[in-house]
């Protein structure tokens, strides 16, 4: 474990930390840090991710394969873990800053110390501002998550509640003059309010990894070689149900929902996917396929 001083940032890919208000006078470093040109992203979200944040966030990362890029999360449960495995997964470095020290008898959350070996092996690395033995409290993650912010080009945000401290990550990248990215959701689900809310704030909407590459400045593959971000997405049980129940003649919300089987959150999440992949239509709480 290395101990980074804030004289020996400059010049490094920890430069643009020295550019936030109250910068760490201190890192500590475990595993390797990125070369200065890499291009680094943030990815956070809820901890309560659905399917559907999950799928998404997978599949937008895979789309950056082979390219200079750095994924930069907090190694907290769900959208932080779903990065940090989806990197690994790619090809594609990671950074993992977590609420606490990095001792691992205290790495936070305990359930993800076996991700922070993976990262380590991979040649990514493990940042955070705290004392190795540091044990996380509730005022360490916002102070962490302004790191996250600070350090990358941009922060997409993946799913996250009205009250959610995602949305502190969102402000403070907005604060640092940071691009804000967001995957838009349902409206009927909670997870996307605030995604919806940036979005018409002013964040760039992002549904498929060739927009994130656009935002991120990379020159975009040939024309037509990036897909929709669901195109090649195999559909689930629910899913499927939903739209043999359409081919059956059952068009309304209500009634596919009842009848598909399934509860209603798992249901509207199935429809709501159907929409984003641009199979059905919903009108009125009147569903048709697109092709209609």
């Given at each position: 474990m290395e101990k980074i001083h804030f004289k020996k940032m400059p010049?490094?890919?920890?430069?643009?930390?020295?550019?936030?208000?109250?910068?760490p006078v201190a890192l500590y470093i475990e595993g390797e840090l990125p070369a200065p040109d890499k291009i680094l992203l943030t990815v956070v979200g809820s901890r309560r991710l659905s399917s559907y944040g999950r799928e998404v966030c997978a599949e937008l990362i895979k789309g950056l394969a082979g390219q200079p890029i750095v994924i930069v999360s907090g190694l907290a449960l769900g959208i932080d873990t779903v990065a940090h495995q989806s990197a690994l997964a790619t090809g594609l470095m990671t950074l993992a800053f977590p609420g606490s020290g990095l001792d691992r008898s205290v790495l936070y959350p305990a359930s993800n110390r076996?991700?922070?070996?993976?990262?380590?092996?991979s040649g990514g690395a493990l940042i955070s501002e705290y004392e190795p033995d540091f044990r996380a409290t509730p005022y360490s993650f916002p102070r962490r998550n302004r790191l996250m912010a600070g350090l990358a080009k941009a922060t997409l945000i993946i799913e996250a509640s009205k009250k959610s401290g995602t949305l502190i990550t969102a402000r403070l990248a907005l604060d640092y003059n940071r691009d804000v990215l967001a995957v838009p959701g349902s409206i009927h689900w909670p997870n996307s309010v605030g995604p919806n809310w940036l979005i018409k704030e002013g964040a760039t909407p992002i549904t498929n990894s060739e927009d994130l590459l656009h935002a991120l400045g990379l020159d975009n593959k040939q024309a037509g070689e990036t897909p929709s971000l669901f195109s090649e997405l195999e559909l689930t049980p629910a899913e499927t149900k939903i739209l043999t129940l359409l081919k059956n003649g059952l068009t309304n919300r209500d009634e596919?929902?009842?009848?598909?089987?399934?509860?209603?959150?798992?249901?509207?999440?199935?429809?709501?996917?159907?929409?984003?992949?641009?199979?059905?239509?919903?009108?009125?709480?009147?569903?048709?396929?697109?092709?209609?």
């Amino acid at each position: 474990m290395e101990k980074i001083h804030f004289k020996k940032m400059p010049g490094t890919v920890l430069a643009p930390l020295l550019e936030i208000p109250e910068p760490p006078v201190a890192l500590y470093i475990e595993g390797e840090l990125p070369a200065p040109d890499k291009i680094l992203l943030t990815v956070v979200g809820s901890r309560r991710l659905s399917s559907y944040g999950r799928e998404v966030c997978a599949e937008l990362i895979k789309g950056l394969a082979g390219q200079p890029i750095v994924i930069v999360s907090g190694l907290a449960l769900g959208i932080d873990t779903v990065a940090h495995q989806s990197a690994l997964a790619t090809g594609l470095m990671t950074l993992a800053f977590p609420g606490s020290g990095l001792d691992r008898s205290v790495l936070y959350p305990a359930s993800n110390r076996q991700l922070a070996e993976k990262i380590i092996h991979s040649g990514g690395a493990l940042i955070s501002e705290y004392e190795p033995d540091f044990r996380a409290t509730p005022y360490s993650f916002p102070r962490r998550n302004r790191l996250m912010a600070g350090l990358a080009k941009a922060t997409l945000i993946i799913e996250a509640s009205k009250k959610s401290g995602t949305l502190i990550t969102a402000r403070l990248a907005l604060d640092y003059n940071r691009d804000v990215l967001a995957v838009p959701g349902s409206i009927h689900w909670p997870n996307s309010v605030g995604p919806n809310w940036l979005i018409k704030e002013g964040a760039t909407p992002i549904t498929n990894s060739e927009d994130l590459l656009h935002a991120l400045g990379l020159d975009n593959k040939q024309a037509g070689e990036t897909p929709s971000l669901f195109s090649e997405l195999e559909l689930t049980p629910a899913e499927t149900k939903i739209l043999t129940l359409l081919k059956n003649g059952l068009t309304n919300r209500d009634e596919l929902i009842e009848r598909s089987g399934y509860s209603s959150a798992e249901a509207g999440t199935a429809l709501m996917l159907l929409t984003l992949k641009d199979l059905i239509k919903d009108v009125a709480g009147e569903i048709t396929p697109s092709s209609c």
